[in-house]
């Protein structure tokens, strides 16, 4: 069975810009969840989805917005970019919402300069 | 709040020795606890879990016994080898009383083990 997959895996914006990352969650889960990891904050939630619904979410800004299609795959979009975020993205799926165990996709590494 | 801390690395041990990483939390209601490894350039992988005290998950010879008396979850390994040089992360998530999670994982902050031959 497939894995959790992330594109693009690499990324380059310029402050200001927006940008979209897209996350296939393991065939079969239904619920997505995303993390940011930096070096300075360690990782940290973003949000989950379930059913095309956000049923949880970190403490980001309202610039880092999310959602998932009828399908299970996820988006996150992040307006406005800061240098700040410069990080490693990790998507993870769940078989259903409430289940406590995530499995986790390569990631995709935005830099901002 | 909920936290999760790990001990200070990076940890640097011979082959063939033997590893622990300390991991102690703070939580409300009914925290699951998890050890997760991450190689260079890639995501996490989930290394072993367990769900209610006194619980020992295993995996790839590597134990954590979730111990509620003193919040902890040490991750242990009785021989590491070089291929386990890596960066773990310990981490929870919070369930209701009748176990479904909410979705959030709490990590530490990382510990980096590397093993020289």
């Known amino acids: 069975k497939a894995g959790v997959t992330q594109t693009p895996r690499y990324l380059i914006k310029t402050r200001g810009q927006q940008v979209t990352l897209s996350c296939s969650p393991i065939?079969?889960?239904?619920?997505v969840s995303w993390y940011q990891q930096t070096p300075g904050q360690g990782l940290q939630f973003l949000f989950e989805?379930?059913?095309?619904?956000?049923?949880n979410k970190g403490n980001f800004p309202g610039r880092f917005s999310g959602r998932q299609f009828s399908n299970s795959r996820s988006e996150m979009n992040v307006s406005t970019l800061e240098l700040g975020d410069s990080a490693l993205y990790l998507c993870a799926s769940s078989l259903l919402a409430g289940a406590n165990e995530q499995f986790f996709g390569p990631g995709t590494r935005l830099t901002v300069l | 709040g909920n936290s999760v801390t790990q001990m200070e690395g990076p940890v640097t041990l011979s082959e063939e020795a033997f590893l622990t990483i300390n991991c102690t939390y703070t939580?409300?209601?009914?925290?699951?606890l998890f050890w997760y490894v991450q190689y260079p350039g890639e995501g996490l992988q989930l290394l072993l879990k367990?769900?209610?005290?006194?619980d020992k998950g295993s995996n790839k010879g590597f134990e954590a016994t979730y111990r509620k008396e003193t919040t902890s979850f040490h991750l242990e390994k009785g021989s590491v080898q070089v291929s386990d040089s890596a960066v773990y992360f310990c981490?929870?998530?919070?369930?209701?009383?009748?176990?479904?999670?909410?979705?959030?994982?709490?990590f530490g902050q990382g510990t980096i083990l590397t093993v020289h031959p």
């Open positions: 989805y379930f059913s095309e619904t956000q049923r």
């Open positions: 065939s079969g889960h239904r619920s």
């Open positions: 939580a409300t209601g009914y925290p699951s």
């Open positions: 981490a929870l998530i919070l369930s209701n009383a009748g176990g479904t999670s909410y979705g959030k994982l709490t």
């Open positions: 367990a769900t209610k005290a006194d």
